[in-house]
């Protein structure tokens, strides 16, 4: 595919048009190196094209190519590739504008003396390993290529980006659904009486369902499931549906969120899965 350079942004981006004749912002590689205005440039599959639909994102990264140092970006564009290629991961393009700004913020901070510790960052080690994998990585890229060694307080705070970008960019409250699944899980540990294993498969399930169901909280979307087992299960795991309705209380208390049958349902059999490995393993 042919696109026409309207404006060179840097050696790595150009301004151009697509069909519908709206402004697009192209990303590549060495894309732009020594290409003029009105010249038509080949633009592979390893490009990355920000369309019209997504014009905030295309003004905050336009201004953060004309104003930001290319190696910044050319970090977050490694850090992407990484959760590609290694996770399979699909982010949300506001990821190359929340990324970069912060990245050069947090080596601006570095270069003040000033490195902000992460409160969260057991937690996120724990709830996110995958992105916190890939953010550890991220860490010895930015020393690579800056000569500036982070602490790994910072490997949360890149976690913490590549997260929001998982959830399509809409919201910024990462740290609060960590907080809740957390919070939910040391509720499970207390009332079951069972210290969980956070190596085992069921641990990975459980927090997966949790951040759902967090984000359903936060946003207030209802899941409709099917019901139907509800009364079964609360029947044959009595402890599991008690520690289900402490939970129930949390989020109504906290979030004014009532939890369906069908999510109660969910929850069950969840933590009976935990209770069980728990006691096999003793």
Partial sequence: MKLRVIKILNNNAFISKDENNKEIIVMEKGIAFQKKSNEEVEVGKKARIFSS?????????????L????N????TERIIEMLRNKYNKKLHNIIYVSLTEHIHGAVERYKNGIEIENPLLNEIKHLYREEYDVALDGLKIIEEKLGIKFKKDEAGYI???????QL?????NTTEI???VQKILNIIEFNMLIDINKDSISYDRVVTHLKFLSLRVLNNTVNDEDEE????FIKKYPQAYECVTIICK??????NYFLTNAEQLYLIIYIQRLYKEAKNNK
């Fill in 229 to 232: 087992l509800f009364e079964i």
């Fill in 178 to 180: 960590t907080r809740i």
């Fill in 53 to 65: 639909d997504e014009s905030q994102i295309n003004e905050k990264l336009k201004n953060i190519i």
């Fill in 67 to 70: 104003n930001i140092p290319e």
């Fill in 72 to 75: 910044y970006l050319d970090i």
């Fill in 168 to 172: 399509d960019g809409t919201i910024n």
């Fill in 159 to 165: 976690a913490t980006h590549i997260i929001n970008a």
């Fill in 250 to 255: 949390y989020f109504e208390k906290e979030y």
